[in-house]
């Protein structure tokens, strides 16, 4: 009793400094009649209490391990989304939502521009997290807690790969960290300063991130509810105080402090309250429910696991297991704070709830939650901690933060219900064990999920037994005051175990394909992509790879369309004889594009991404263009001594070709008009082979209707009896005696972005909107006429009323005529027409839909028309065979077609010479002459437009023309494609114009009468449009414009190409 009265006196006389003198909340006496001695105890370095050496060390290797990984990754796309942020005029960065995180950004890009310097400010913010995350929490919860907590954080995958990113969250979590801080200290100590410096930190969150806002809410609540409930707290929070204590300057600055959190309250926080509040009513009137999130145990693992156990996507152990069990320690930390440290636990319980309503109410992905609530880390950080230090205090073990062993029996006896929870953790450990297996919620190997497992289980199990057999032993150890390190060491493990799988495992990305490019690639080789996630990135890297934007395809990007975009691939594949796919950021997460690659497509690279699996490259090369059949499209065999040979035992030489038959149907083989008109004989002389099998002469082949091919390799072969050059073979569907009907949803370029594809009536079908025009690549195998029939219907959508659906058809823009599907009761109508091909080879056919051209069809100005395309089918026509003509005022066969003219893109006799009597409207920067890069398939020259990116817009004026007296209409057609068009969009348009052209543009000239191209970068697209003239027209010319419509700040110009402009006048 002596040595323990002496020990208590030594205590007493040496109070811990790192730990409040009394365990309870309770302001003494002493403290409120000093109170006004605190108004000048102001905050400054030498209030915080010291930081050890050791922690230190830890800080400065946890920057070296940043640091070191700095540059071994590529940038994903919201990186690269910074990186062009950064590159804005300071005046454009301070109107972002952004604007701290860009002008730091900024600073470092100017010392030297790379990957490196723009994720540089992001590592210098974790790891300067450290230390204020081990002040916070010594502050709360004491030093050893302090501890756990600052090897978290060190050591965290989270907080790793969130330090290595070049975005805003690293900046969120230290200033995050740095208000909680203060507010540990407000609440302690009752600083006015503190409370001030804990918003003010808070809002300095809220200029790199909106999101960092999830903290200042609750914060600036909780410090009210602690005034309120306490005089000295209350104190602080009147302004009045602080002048009657002579702070005036301090009084001001904490007066515009909270004009600040007013402004950003009324302005920002309001407006996006009342609009989710809205959002959300509708929806629940609409009998909708929180479908944005499946709540669950996939959504409840992966947000946890994220989060505490195991981050990164290379690590394939322990991480359900871990995270179940991180949970319950957080959960631990969170509900023993609210006896010792309530205010600090209220707080996180408000954040943490708040946090799940703003998921619920995110149209965004699993992936985006984590990062949007990074605001919340250090408070998991710090709860984890807090988790760990009680688990071990009930158990019963020497605590660090005690001071004797007599404070253990205290703490023993005092938490008499301790065994109680310990073995109740347990259970509910083991309930989650039992579920995960039953219900197969580990999906991870069965090795890792037992050994993940077992290791909690274990712990936790240790700690009940442990609880209760030394309720009453006062014994110390070395083991026992380590006991909450031990608690935390599996998710130490976890993390640290994630860390090193992506560092033994780097994923160089986009660094690994622009290697890739530099060695293989030509400057001139087109890149295909499908959407935004792959579109930046490629903006970034392809000039360092040598390559350019302007070579690339943009696939339709309409979510949910996957059909189109696999058939827009499929028709580029059957027509590029070289390209690339980087396949990456599947924005519907489906495998349909990447199975067919891998199926038909030649692979060359896959480069994974550490951001998440749908950010991996696969890397496609798209040169297959002379061994696949594509199905409605054909393919052209011109047999050479690369190919496959053998000798038959006649003594022939069989020629064979391996070819990739994609999609089912029966061909037949077709020689070129030319060569079959020089000699008839060509048909005996050939002999077709199929998988090794002959099939007859070529004449007995065509007779026999063909051959049905299904999906997959095929050897196609023939034997020519007489000797070289061999005549081309086409494989094809458009000589059969009948017709085969094919999908409109077997696309190819061009086309446009918002095609979208549907079921209508049990039928695949394929949307177009008002004049949208899509594009069939056919190989004809003669010239003449080909009968086209087509099944459309008009899409009445909201509309009861059905609405007339014109569609025009040109061949090589060439205007063959309109279809009028004027049915009127919203079935499926069909119409014939013919088309004549100028020869044989490579064609377009074109459908576009036009609408409001005769005035008893105008639509009114809120009503929308869409027309549904369903089969389409082609055949050629026989010599003197009746012709089915359904075209719009067009009679008998031989009756004058509409009048197509072309418009010079150059001028015949000087090649130099670009858009030869335009007339341009605007300031045009540059305008330069593109006959090396095609606009669509076939290479034709095109006009490039460079546009400012502050510009008023530009006309582009085609040279005009008189219209013809008896015109009812006139049609323009075009191919535009753009790139790097932030502000503008542009479409294709009629002017018309009165006796004097220089009077003006007349009333009611359709000036932007397509579709408008799609911001930032559309693939090459077919506009079309057809127009009554209006009343007192007598000129016309078909229009490019170029108008502004964009409110996004952007720095660079952004450019549009054109070509392929035709005019037609139809009487």
């Known amino acids: 009793?002596?040595?323990?009265?002496?020990?208590?006196?030594?205590?007493?006389?040496?109070?811990?400094?790192?730990?409040?003198?009394?365990?309870?909340?309770?302001?003494?006496?002493?403290?409120?009649?000093?109170?006004?001695?605190?108004?000048?105890?102001?905050?400054?370095?030498?209030?915080?209490?010291?930081?050890?050496?050791?922690?230190?060390?830890?800080?400065?290797?946890?920057?070296?391990?940043?640091?070191?990984?700095?540059?071994?990754?590529?940038?994903?796309?919201?990186?690269?989304?910074?990186?062009?942020?950064?590159?804005?005029?300071?005046?454009?960065?301070?109107?972002?939502?952004?604007?701290?995180?860009?002008?730091?950004?900024?600073?470092?890009?100017?010392?030297?521009?790379?990957?490196?310097?723009?994720?540089?400010?992001?590592?210098?913010?974790?790891?300067?997290?450290?230390?204020?995350?081990?002040?916070?929490?010594?502050?709360?919860?004491?030093?050893?807690?302090?501890?756990?907590?600052?090897?978290?954080?060190?050591?965290?995958?989270?907080?790793?790969?969130?330090?290595?990113?070049?975005?805003?969250?690293?900046?969120?979590?230290?200033?995050?960290?740095?208000?909680?801080?203060?507010?540990?200290?407000?609440i302690s100590d009752a600083n006015p300063l503190d409370?001030?410096?804990?918003?003010?930190?808070f809002l300095l969150g809220l200029a790199f991130h909106p999101f960092a806002g999830i903290l200042v809410g609750p914060a600036v609540i909780v410090m009210i509810a602690r005034g309120i409930s306490s005089s000295r707290h209350r104190r602080a929070l009147w302004i009045v105080n602080w002048f009657r204590q002579g702070r005036q300057a301090m009084g001001i600055f904490y007066l515009l402090v909270l004009i600040a959190l007013g402004v950003l309250i009324i302005t920002k926080a309001m407006p996006?309250?009342?609009?989710?509040?809205?959002?959300?009513?509708?929806?629940?009137?609409?009998?909708?429910?929180?479908?944005?999130?499946?709540?669950?145990?996939?959504?409840?693992?992966?947000?946890?696991?994220?989060?505490?156990?195991?981050?990164?996507?290379?690590?394939?152990?322990?991480?359900?297991?871990?995270?179940?069990?991180?949970?319950?320690?957080?959960?631990?930390?969170?509900?023993?704070?609210?006896?010792?440290?309530?205010?600090?636990?209220?707080?996180?319980?408000?954040?943490?709830?708040?946090?799940?309503?703003?998921?619920?109410?995110?149209?965004?992905?699993?992936?985006?939650?984590?990062?949007?609530?990074?605001?919340?880390?250090?408070?998991?950080?710090?709860?984890?901690?807090?988790?760990?230090?009680?688990?071990?205090?009930?158990?019963?073990?020497?605590?660090?933060?005690?001071?004797?062993?007599?404070?253990?029996?205290?703490?023993?006896?005092?938490?008499?219900?301790?065994?109680?929870?310990?073995?109740?953790?347990f259970v509910v450990y083991i309930t989650g064990v039992i579920l995960a297996f039953i219900l197969k919620w580990e999906n991870r190997s069965p090795v890792s999920a037992y050994i993940g497992w077992s290791l909690n289980a274990s712990i936790?199990?240790?700690?009940?037994?442990?609880?209760?057999?030394?309720?009453?032993?006062?014994?110390?150890?070395?083991?026992?005051?380590?006991?909450?390190?031990?608690?935390?060491?599996?998710?130490?493990?976890?993390?640290?175990?994630?860390?090193?799988?992506?560092?033994?495992?780097?994923?160089?990305?986009?660094?690994?394909?622009?290697?890739?490019?530099?060695?293989?690639?030509?400057?001139?080789?087109?890149?295909?992509?499908?959407?935004?996630?792959?579109?930046?990135?490629?903006?970034?890297?392809?000039?360092?790879?040598?390559?350019?934007?302007?070579?690339?395809i943009r696939l339709n990007d309409t979510r949910g369309e996957t059909g189109v975009r696999l058939a827009q691939l499929r028709g580029l594949a059957r027509n590029l004889s070289s390209g690339w796919l980087p396949r990456s950021w599947d924005i519907d997460y489906t495998k349909e594009i990447l199975d067919?690659?891998?199926?038909?497509?030649?692979?060359?690279?896959?480069?994974?991404?550490?951001?998440?699996?749908?950010?991996?490259?696969?890397?496609?090369?798209?040169?297959?263009?002379?061994?696949?059949?594509n199905f409605p499209y054909g393919l052209r065999l011109q047999y050479n001594e690369k190919d496959n040979q053998s000798v038959l035992n006649n003594g022939s030489i069989l020629f064979e070709r391996l070819v990739d038959v994609d999609g089912a149907s029966t061909y037949t083989v077709s020689i070129e008009s030319a060569q079959s008109q020089t000699s008839d004989s060509l048909f005996d002389d050939v002999e077709i082979y199929v998988d090794g099998r002959s099939c007859g002469s070529l004449r007995d082949f065509i007779a026999n209707g063909g051959i049905y091919l299904t999906s997959g390799k095929h050897n196609l072969g023939a034997v020519f009896k007489h000797p070289a050059p061999y005549p081309s073979l086409l494989w094809n569907i458009l000589d059969l005696p009948k017709p085969i009907p094919f999908s409109a949803r077997n696309l190819t370029i061009p086309f446009h972005s918002f095609v979208e594809e549907k079921e209508y009536q049990g039928k695949p079908a394929l949307v177009l909107t008002r004049k949208v025009g899509v594009e069939y690549w056919f190989d004809f195998p003669h010239a003449g006429f080909y009968e086209l029939t087509i099944q459309a219907v008009h899409d009445k959508g909201a509309y009861d009323k059905p609405h007339p659906v014109w569609l025009d058809i040109a061949c090589d823009n060439q205007f063959q005529g309109i279809l009028p599907f004027e049915k009127g009761d919203n079935t499926w109508d069909v119409r014939t027409m013919p088309i004549?091909?100028?020869?044989?080879?490579?064609?377009?056919?074109?459908?576009?839909?036009?609408?409001?051209?005769?005035?008893?069809?105008?639509?009114?100005?809120?009503?929308?028309?869409?027309a549904i395309?369903?089969?389409?089918?082609?055949?050629?026509?026989?010599?003197?065979?009746?012709?089915?003509?359904?075209?719009?005022s067009v009679g008998l066969y031989g009756?004058?077609?509409?009048?197509?003219?072309?418009?010079?893109?150059?001028?015949?006799?000087?090649?130099?010479?670009?858009?030869?009597?335009?007339?341009?409207?605007?300031?045009?920067?540059?305008?330069?002459?593109?006959?090396?890069?095609?606009?669509?398939?076939?290479?034709?020259?095109?006009?490039?437009?460079?546009?400012?990116h502050d510009s008023n817009g530009i006309i582009l004026v085609a040279p005009l023309r008189p219209i013809p007296q008896n015109a009812n209409l006139v049609l323009a057609e075009s191919m535009i494609e753009t790139f790097d068009l932030i502000n503008h969009s542009a479409t294709l348009g009629i002017a018309f114009f009165g006796e004097d052209p220089s009077q003006g543009i007349l009333p009611g000239s359709p000036v932007i009468g397509a579709q408008e191209g799609i911001l930032r970068h559309a693939g090459p697209s077919r506009f079309s449009v057809a127009s009554q003239p209006p009343k007192g027209a007598r000129i016309w010319a078909p229009i490019i414009n170029i108008y502004s419509n964009g409110t996004r700040p952007a720095a660079e110009p952004g450019y549009v190409r054109f070509g392929d402009v035709c005019v037609g006048e139809y009487d």
Not at 479 to 486: E, I, P, Q, V
């Open 596 to 629: 067919w690659a891998y199926k038909h497509l030649n692979f060359v690279e896959f480069a994974p991404s550490a951001f998440d699996k749908d950010c991996d490259i696969h890397l496609f090369r798209v040169n297959i263009k002379d061994s696949y059949l």
């Open 272 to 425: 996006r309250i009342r609009s989710m509040t809205n959002i959300l009513q509708q929806r629940i009137e609409l009998g909708a429910t929180f479908s944005n999130i499946k709540f669950g145990h996939e959504f409840f693992f992966d947000y946890f696991r994220r989060n505490l156990a195991s981050f990164s996507y290379p690590l394939s152990s322990f991480e359900a297991s871990l995270s179940w069990g991180a949970f319950l320690i957080l959960c631990i930390g969170l509900f023993a704070g609210l006896k010792h440290k309530p205010w600090i636990s209220i707080l996180g319980i408000i954040s943490i709830i708040g946090s799940f309503v703003l998921i619920f109410n995110l149209k965004a992905d699993r992936y985006f939650h984590m990062r949007y609530l990074s605001a919340l880390f250090p408070l998991y950080a710090l709860f984890i901690a807090a988790g760990a230090v009680y688990l071990s205090r009930w158990a019963g073990l020497f605590s660090a933060d005690e001071p004797s062993g007599e404070a253990v029996v205290k703490v023993a006896y005092r938490e008499k219900s301790a065994p109680l929870i310990l073995w109740g953790v």
């Open 836 to 866: 004549s091909v100028p020869s044989s080879g490579v064609h377009s056919i074109a459908v576009n839909l036009v609408s409001g051209a005769l005035a008893k069809y105008n639509l009114q100005p809120d009503e929308e028309i869409t």
């Open 869 to 888: 395309l369903g089969n389409l089918s082609l055949r050629r026509i026989s010599e003197g065979e009746a012709l089915n003509d359904q075209r719009l």
């Open 1 to 186: 009793m002596v040595r323990q009265s002496k020990h208590k006196k030594a205590a007493a006389s040496s109070p811990n400094p790192y730990k409040p003198a009394k365990t309870s909340h309770r302001p003494d006496a002493s403290y409120e009649n000093g109170l006004q001695d605190r108004w000048h105890d102001l905050p400054s370095w030498r209030s915080f209490e010291p930081i050890p050496a050791g922690l230190w060390i830890m800080v400065g290797l946890a920057f070296l391990l940043r640091l070191v990984w700095l540059s071994a990754e590529s940038l994903w796309l919201d990186e690269v989304y910074v990186y062009f942020d950064c590159k804005r005029p300071i005046w454009r960065i301070l109107n972002t939502m952004h604007p701290l995180h860009f002008i730091v950004g900024k600073a470092f890009l100017s010392i030297h521009d790379s990957s490196e310097m723009l994720r540089l400010p992001c590592v210098l913010w974790g790891s300067l997290s450290i230390p204020v995350l081990f002040m916070m929490i010594r502050r709360a919860f004491g030093k050893q807690a302090a501890w756990i907590g600052a090897a978290f954080m060190a050591f965290s995958s989270y907080h790793f790969n969130y330090s290595l990113d070049a975005n805003y969250y690293a900046a969120v979590i230290f200033f995050s960290t740095a208000g909680l801080l203060f507010f540990a200290r407000y």
């Open 895 to 948: 009756a004058r077609a509409p009048k197509t003219i072309p418009i010079d893109i150059i001028e015949k006799d000087n090649k130099e010479k670009i858009l030869p009597g335009w007339g341009i409207n605007g300031n045009l920067s540059n305008l330069r002459l593109e006959d090396k890069r095609s606009i669509g398939i076939i290479q034709k020259p095109s006009a490039e437009v460079e546009i400012p």
């Open 460 to 552: 936790f199990l240790g700690l009940a037994l442990v609880g209760r057999l030394h309720r009453t032993n006062t014994s110390r150890g070395v083991w026992r005051s380590r006991a909450a390190y031990l608690i935390f060491a599996p998710i130490l493990i976890a993390n640290i175990f994630s860390i090193m799988g992506r560092m033994i495992n780097p994923h160089p990305n986009f660094k690994r394909v622009v290697k890739i490019w530099k060695e293989k690639a030509k400057p001139e080789d087109p890149i295909i992509f499908q959407s935004f996630g792959e579109w930046e990135p490629l903006r970034y890297y392809l000039p360092k790879a040598g390559l350019s934007m302007r070579n690339t």
């Open 195 to 201: 409370m001030i410096l804990s918003v003010l930190c």
